[in-house]
Protein backbone atom coordinates (compact mmCIF):
# COMPACT_ATOMS: atom_id res chain seq x y z
CA UNK A 1 0.00 0.00 0.00
CA UNK A 2 3.22 2.42 0.88
CA UNK A 3 4.01 2.43 -2.97
CA UNK A 4 0.63 2.88 -4.33
CA UNK A 5 0.57 5.73 -2.15
CA UNK A 6 3.49 7.30 -3.29
CA UNK A 7 2.48 6.31 -6.58
CA UNK A 8 -0.80 8.45 -6.03
CA UNK A 9 1.01 11.43 -4.63
CA UNK A 10 3.23 12.10 -8.07
CA UNK A 11 1.24 14.77 -10.01
CA UNK A 12 -0.14 13.25 -13.26
CA UNK A 13 2.96 15.03 -15.33
CA UNK A 14 5.12 12.28 -13.61
CA UNK A 15 2.67 9.77 -15.02
CA UNK A 16 5.93 8.04 -16.16
CA UNK A 17 7.45 7.88 -13.11
CA UNK A 18 4.29 6.17 -11.69
CA UNK A 19 4.56 3.58 -14.27
CA UNK A 20 8.16 3.14 -14.07
CA UNK A 21 7.46 2.63 -10.18
CA UNK A 22 5.05 -0.31 -10.60
CA UNK A 23 7.00 -2.05 -12.56
CA UNK A 24 10.54 -1.98 -11.29
CA UNK A 25 8.96 -2.92 -7.82
CA UNK A 26 8.87 -6.57 -9.64
CA UNK A 27 11.97 -6.16 -11.55
CA UNK A 28 12.71 -10.21 -12.31
CA UNK A 29 16.42 -9.96 -12.85
CA UNK A 30 17.04 -9.25 -9.39
CA UNK A 31 16.61 -10.86 -6.16
CA UNK A 32 13.74 -9.47 -4.08
CA UNK A 33 16.79 -8.53 -1.71
CA UNK A 34 18.64 -6.66 -3.96
CA UNK A 35 15.64 -5.40 -5.32
CA UNK A 36 14.11 -3.92 -1.70
CA UNK A 37 17.44 -2.92 -0.79
CA UNK A 38 17.93 -0.67 -4.77
CA UNK A 39 14.40 0.83 -3.42
CA UNK A 40 15.74 1.20 0.32
CA UNK A 41 18.90 2.93 -0.47
CA UNK A 42 18.24 4.77 -3.32
CA UNK A 43 15.19 6.56 -1.22
CA UNK A 44 17.50 7.16 1.42
CA UNK A 45 20.50 8.61 -1.07
CA UNK A 46 17.10 10.77 -2.40
CA UNK A 47 17.06 12.75 1.35
CA UNK A 48 13.22 12.90 0.90
CA UNK A 49 11.11 11.98 3.68
CA UNK A 50 7.65 11.00 2.06
CA UNK A 51 9.56 9.11 -0.30
CA UNK A 52 11.98 7.45 2.29
CA UNK A 53 8.76 6.39 4.21
CA UNK A 54 6.65 5.09 1.66
CA UNK A 55 9.71 3.12 0.15
CA UNK A 56 11.13 1.95 4.17
CA UNK A 57 7.54 0.84 4.22
CA UNK A 58 6.94 -0.66 1.40
CA UNK A 59 10.33 -2.90 0.99
CA UNK A 60 11.26 -3.03 4.55
CA UNK A 61 9.52 -6.22 5.74
CA UNK A 62 11.27 -7.88 2.58
CA UNK A 63 14.23 -7.55 4.15
CA UNK A 64 15.59 -9.07 7.41
CA UNK A 65 16.53 -6.64 10.14
CA UNK A 66 20.01 -7.36 9.51
CA UNK A 67 19.76 -6.89 5.58
CA UNK A 68 17.82 -3.67 6.38
CA UNK A 69 20.57 -1.95 8.61
CA UNK A 70 22.74 -3.24 5.78
CA UNK A 71 20.87 -1.46 2.99
CA UNK A 72 21.44 1.79 5.55
CA UNK A 73 24.76 1.71 5.91
CA UNK A 74 25.32 1.82 2.27
CA UNK A 75 23.28 4.55 1.88
CA UNK A 76 25.36 6.25 4.93
CA UNK A 77 28.67 5.32 3.90
CA UNK A 78 28.13 6.13 0.26
CA UNK A 79 27.34 9.26 0.73
CA UNK A 80 30.19 10.09 2.35
CA UNK A 81 32.30 8.33 0.09
CA UNK A 82 30.90 9.77 -2.59
CA UNK A 83 31.77 12.99 -2.35
CA UNK A 84 35.14 12.56 -1.16
CA UNK A 85 36.21 10.25 -3.88
CA UNK A 86 34.26 12.52 -6.73
CA UNK A 87 36.36 15.12 -4.86
CA UNK A 88 39.93 13.14 -5.64
CA UNK A 89 38.33 12.29 -9.03
CA UNK A 90 37.58 15.87 -10.13
CA UNK A 91 40.37 17.98 -8.59
CA UNK A 92 43.44 15.59 -9.46
CA UNK A 93 46.67 16.33 -8.39
CA UNK A 94 47.93 14.15 -5.44
CA UNK A 95 44.67 13.57 -3.60
CA UNK A 96 43.89 10.66 -5.14
CA UNK A 97 47.39 8.79 -4.22
CA UNK A 98 46.58 10.17 -0.42
CA UNK A 99 45.50 7.82 2.01
CA UNK A 100 41.51 8.76 2.83
CA UNK A 101 42.10 8.19 6.24
CA UNK A 102 38.06 7.41 6.68
CA UNK A 103 36.77 4.71 8.48
CA UNK A 104 34.95 2.29 5.91
CA UNK A 105 34.63 -0.43 8.70
CA UNK A 106 31.23 -1.67 6.92
CA UNK A 107 32.21 -2.36 3.61
CA UNK A 108 34.43 -5.36 4.70
CA UNK A 109 31.13 -7.05 6.83
CA UNK A 110 27.95 -5.53 5.73
CA UNK A 111 25.63 -8.17 7.26
CA UNK A 112 24.44 -9.45 3.38
CA UNK A 113 26.27 -10.74 0.36
CA UNK A 114 28.84 -8.58 -0.55
CA UNK A 115 27.73 -8.82 -4.03
CA UNK A 116 24.25 -7.59 -2.85
CA UNK A 117 26.05 -4.74 -1.00
CA UNK A 118 28.09 -3.94 -3.84
CA UNK A 119 25.09 -3.51 -5.97
CA UNK A 120 23.47 -0.91 -3.30
CA UNK A 121 26.68 1.33 -3.53
CA UNK A 122 25.93 1.13 -6.80
CA UNK A 123 22.53 2.73 -6.66
CA UNK A 124 23.81 5.12 -4.03
CA UNK A 125 26.60 6.14 -6.40
CA UNK A 126 24.45 7.08 -9.10
CA UNK A 127 22.23 8.78 -7.34
CA UNK A 128 25.36 11.53 -5.77
CA UNK A 129 27.20 11.39 -9.11
CA UNK A 130 30.70 9.77 -8.20
CA UNK A 131 32.05 8.44 -11.50
CA UNK A 132 34.98 6.97 -9.77
CA UNK A 133 32.79 4.89 -7.27
CA UNK A 134 30.09 3.79 -9.89
CA UNK A 135 33.13 2.02 -12.67
CA UNK A 136 34.73 0.90 -9.08
CA UNK A 137 30.77 -1.10 -8.04
CA UNK A 138 30.43 -2.02 -11.08
CA UNK A 139 33.47 -3.67 -12.09
CA UNK A 140 33.99 -5.37 -8.74
CA UNK A 141 29.59 -6.39 -9.40
CA UNK A 142 30.56 -8.08 -13.41
CA UNK A 143 34.23 -9.74 -11.74
CA UNK A 144 31.85 -11.54 -9.67
CA UNK A 145 28.82 -12.71 -11.81
CA UNK A 146 26.86 -9.99 -11.65
CA UNK A 147 24.75 -9.70 -14.75
CA UNK A 148 25.17 -6.23 -16.79
CA UNK A 149 20.68 -6.34 -16.89
CA UNK A 150 21.20 -6.53 -12.95
CA UNK A 151 23.51 -3.45 -12.83
CA UNK A 152 20.86 -1.58 -15.12
CA UNK A 153 18.44 -2.81 -13.25
CA UNK A 154 19.76 -1.50 -9.75
CA UNK A 155 20.37 1.79 -11.85
CA UNK A 156 16.97 2.17 -13.19
CA UNK A 157 15.72 1.92 -9.84
CA UNK A 158 18.01 4.69 -8.41
CA UNK A 159 16.53 6.66 -11.22
CA UNK A 160 13.51 6.19 -11.01
CA UNK A 161 13.51 6.22 -7.09
CA UNK A 162 15.37 10.11 -7.14
CA UNK A 163 13.27 11.79 -9.80
CA UNK A 164 10.13 10.52 -7.66
CA UNK A 165 11.64 12.39 -4.94
CA UNK A 166 12.57 15.44 -7.57
CA UNK A 167 9.43 15.59 -8.51
CA UNK A 168 7.84 15.63 -5.05
CA UNK A 169 10.37 18.48 -3.84
CA UNK A 170 9.61 20.43 -6.48
CA UNK A 171 5.86 20.44 -6.07
CA UNK A 172 6.00 20.98 -2.34
CA UNK A 173 8.50 23.96 -3.37
CA UNK A 174 5.67 25.27 -5.79
CA UNK A 175 3.01 24.98 -3.15
CA UNK A 176 4.82 27.03 -0.49
Known amino acids: MSLEALRNALPEYAKDQKLNLGSLSTEPVLTAQQRAGCFIVSA ?6 MVSK ?7 PQLSAEA ?7 ASIMGMNNIY ?3 THLVHGDYA ?8 NIMAKPGVEKMDFELWS ?5 INGCGMCMESHEKILLQHGVSKEQV ?3 VRIAAVVHATAATLDAEAALAA
Open 44 to 49: LASRNA
Open 54 to 60: HIVAEFG
Open 68 to 74: LNAAKAA
Open 85 to 87: YRF
Open 97 to 104: TMPAKLRM
Open 122 to 126: LAVSA
Open 152 to 154: QAA
